[in-house]
């Protein structure tokens, strides 16, 4: 049995990661984990208020903070200024520098691109990149063309990525990408490759999207390639990737795999990804939930109307709440074996790139069947 931790665990509290929301994502992809959308930007005084608050509430308490900027950093008025903000209060960074290395949170830069190809300053921008540390620019392409766009719904939004990779070069920094495939980007697999071929030079991953109990994730997996659609370019891809491992034995990760493993009870252990983390979020209007990026659990207040230190201290109070409680609650979940059983599809030849995306598929089944998904 595969049980949610209890709430209030505030023993195993090291660190506070706080992730903010200083300004809204242009795109809104299918596939995306975080969530994103234009919901608008913090103002730069309450990010700069609330990172030194919060830095010195943990210092105060011997615990470790962290922050990062959501959804895109890029899209934010003040985006030059944030880089050397927001890698004075890493933890990430503040290590790196502490063993004589540079150090920065942004190495590589996640970003969409779109805000780099819109805004008239995106010099400024990539400078200041590139003064903390920045080498690297990382994208996401979903296809080429209308295929893209329809993926992250903006219109132009493929056309954006690249003319923000040619930015990035003019300013002397490298690109590198995670080329997402579905069912609708498979047949463009040679133009879409020729393309990135002659933009990125910093490396390429090619990935199916992992499963996520979310409304966005529900209507990809409509999208999902098969075992008889990759298998015939598993070796092509293998040999254009950074991580070629991948594509090797995709008949071990389809669902239909992962349910023989899991009926078998070969059911791989999952490590906590963040052990002794507290995961919060910071929204526009600085309340403090419980959560990942764009998931919002409980609400522990607002910083500015009941201060940092009663704010984050409920937050402790609560504890942490692993990644299985904040999707799914706390209450006791089936193990592999019976998830399988129930709502695995014994015939399914989607394939997941690892264990985790087949049990959140089989969870959100759980889910949907006990009437608990959002109608």
């Not at 493929?158 to 002397?172: K, P």
Request: hydrophobic share 40%; proline share 7%; with cysteine.
């Amino acid at each position: 049995m595969s049980e949610g931790a209890a709430a209030g665990d505030q023993g195993t509290v090291a660190l506070v990661y706080l992730c903010m929301e200083v300004a809204g994502c242009p795109t809104v992809c299918r596939h995306c984990w975080a969530q994103g959308t234009g919901y608008g930007m913090m103002p730069l005084a309450d990010v700069e208020w609330v990172l030194d608050g919060a830095h010195r509430f943990c210092d105060g308490r011997g615990l470790g903070f962290d922050a990062y900027p959501m959804h895109e950093l890029a899209a934010h008025p003040d985006a030059a200024r944030l880089f050397g903000l927001f890698n004075s209060h890493s933890a990430s960074a503040a290590g790196a520098a502490g063993q004589g290395c540079a150090g920065t949170m942004f190495e590589p830069w996640p970003t969409t691109g779109v805000p780099l190809a819109v805004r008239g300053d995106w010099r400024g921008v990539l400078d200041a990149a590139a003064a903390t540390g920045t080498v690297n620019l990382w994208v996401a392409f979903h296809g080429t063309g209308e295929v893209h766009d329809r993926q992250v719904n903006r219109r132009g939004a493929f056309a954006e990525t690249c003319l923000a990779i040619e930015r990035a070069h003019a300013m002397g920094l490298s690109a590198g990408c995670n080329i997402f495939l579905t069912t609708e980007s498979l047949p463009q697999l040679g133009e879409l490759t020729a393309t990135v071929r002659g933009l990125v030079d910093a490396g390429k991953s090619f990935e199916t999207a992992g499963y996520l109990p979310t409304p966005r994730s529900r209507r990809n997996e409509r999208l999902r390639p098969t075992l008889p659609q990759l298998q015939p370019v598993s070796g092509r891809i293998a040999d254009m990737t950074a991580f070629p491992d991948r594509w090797a034995g995709l008949e071990t990760r389809t669902e239909a795999a992962y349910v023989r493993q899991a009926l078998a009870g070969d059911w791989p252990d999952i490590p906590d990804p963040a052990p002794g983390e507290l995961a919060l979020i910071c929204r526009p209007n600085l309340d403090v939930h419980s959560g990942l990026a764009g998931l919002y659990r409980t609400r522990h207040g607002n910083l500015r109307t009941d201060g940092i230190a009663t704010v984050l201290g409920r937050a402790l109070a609560r504890g942490r709440e692993p990644d299985d409680v904040l999707w799914f609650g706390a209450r006791p979940h089936p193990g592999p074996a019976e998830l399988a059983a129930c709502y695995g599809d014994a015939t399914g030849l989607g394939v997941h790139p690892g264990p985790q995306s087949a049990r959140y598929l089989w969870l959100d089944r759980l889910q949907d069947q006990e009437g608990l998904l959002p109608r």
